[in-house]
């Protein structure tokens, strides 16, 4: 049997939630196409009868602004010390020195594996280079060329992990997919929607906090709240007549139902909590 920790480290949109969802083969990760969606440390099960990984998928690397980045950081930091192999993420339409950058400030003292990601999005020779810089990279251990989202070269990419897997015993029994509750993952799939529908600026001055969460016999009733900092972004959230955050409800009510695989009622209202990104006691309420 082996068993260990598989941790994925890159720049902010370079593929890392979308890795997550193909290698496990379920929605865990919230994905958007805008950068530094993922704000925790997302860990996912997969258990089969030679191996169990738990792999994680992390904030994307970047300088903190605020007490909110400095807990994403953080959250980067826990998996660089319990990771038995570290899978490096890069967007192969990149330069390939940006991501080297942040690789070797890693300092990883674990077998790495470089994954270039998006490679149907450039020519075969863009490919060739990027796979030729990294394989002579100390921390290189081996290159696998993938598409995420197409599911493309993954089921490779496992047989490589397992390949340099440690020995040992399962840390997880059962066939839980996650170790965190229920409620978290709702609340990242309303934060989703969030991202998809409004600006540039709202999804990063909002969080999301479950409420209520009540299993009655014919559906689940979830209320949450969305905070926001100014009174302004709640007038943005609402939109006019309420018919922003009515489609936002819909949205989100639609992909929990599929995940809970029950009906739902879901009930969102909107809190302004000024600096709630600097807060200490806050960021701990809100789950960071």
């Known amino acids: 049997m082996k068993s260990g920790f598989v941790n994925i480290f890159g ?16 929605k865990l990760a919230i994905v958007s196409h805008k950068v530094q969606t993922t704000r925790h440390r997302i860990k996912a099960i997969v258990t089969s009868d030679e191996y169990q990984i738990i792999f994680s998928d992390t904030p994307g690397i970047i300088e903190p602004k605020y007490k909110l ?15 038995d192999v570290a899978l ?23 077998p790495a594996l470089v994954i ?6 450039v020519d075969e020779e863009k490919i060739k280079s990027a796979i030729a810089f990294f394989k002579e990279q100390s921390y290189c251990k081996e290159v696998i060329v993938i598409s995420a989202l197409k599911k493309k070269g993954i089921d490779d990419l496992l047989k490589t992990i397992v390949n340099h897997l440690p020995e040992g015993v399962p840390f997880y029994e059962g066939d839980d997919i996650s170790d965190l509750p229920t409620k978290f993952f709702v609340s990242e799939l309303i934060r989703e929607k969030i991202f998809l529908l409004y600006g540039e600026e709202i999804p990063y001055h909002t969080t999301v906090l479950i409420q209520e969460f009540k299993e009655k016999t014919t559906l689940i009733k979830i209320q949450a709240d969305i905070i926001v900092q100014r009174d302004t972004q709640k007038g943005i959230i609402l939109g006019e007549g ?3 955050i009515k489609q936002l409800g819909t949205l989100a009510r639609k992909d929990i139902e599929e995940f809970l695989s029950s009906k739902v009622f879901l009930e969102l209202f909107v809190k302004i909590r ?12 809100y789950g960071y």
Do not use: C, Y
């Open 11 to 26: 720049k902010p949109n370079a593929g890392k939630s979308t890795l997550l969802n193909a290698l496990v083969g379920e």
């Open 69 to 83: 980045h400095e807990k994403m950081m953080q959250a980067v930091k826990g998996s660089l010390e319990d990771a």
């Open 88 to 110: 490096l993420i890069t967007d192969a339409r990149e330069e390939v020195e940006e991501s080297h950058a942040i690789f070797s400030s890693l300092k990883l003292k674990v």
């Open 116 to 121: 270039i990601n998006k490679v149907d999005a």
């Open 242 to 244: 309420g018919k922003m």
């Open 274 to 285: 000024p600096k709630w990104r600097d807060n200490e006691m806050q960021l701990k309420e």
